[in-house]
């Protein structure tokens, strides 16, 4: 019987913003400052692994923030 590995699932912007508890607008900025890559698209939307959105979101609490 073969395996089959399981591919990560992938879900649009607004749905990654709201895993991470952050505004889908951060998520839009996170692509902009290269910090997120979509891994995907559906349509014009595109989409994330949440396990690549959880690590955006913990680099960026661990960047000080700069005025």
Do not use: N, Y
């Amino acid at each position: 019987m073969l395996s089959r590995t399981a591919l990560p699932a992938l879900i649009p912007g607004p749905l990654a913003a709201e895993e991470a508890g952050v505004a889908p607008a951060t998520i839009r900025k996170w692509v902009q400052l290269g910090h997120l890559t979509a891994a995907g698209r559906a349509g014009r939307a595109q989409l994330f692994r949440l396990e690549d959105v959880f690590a955006a979101e913990r680099t960026a609490r661990r960047r000080p923030r700069t005025a």
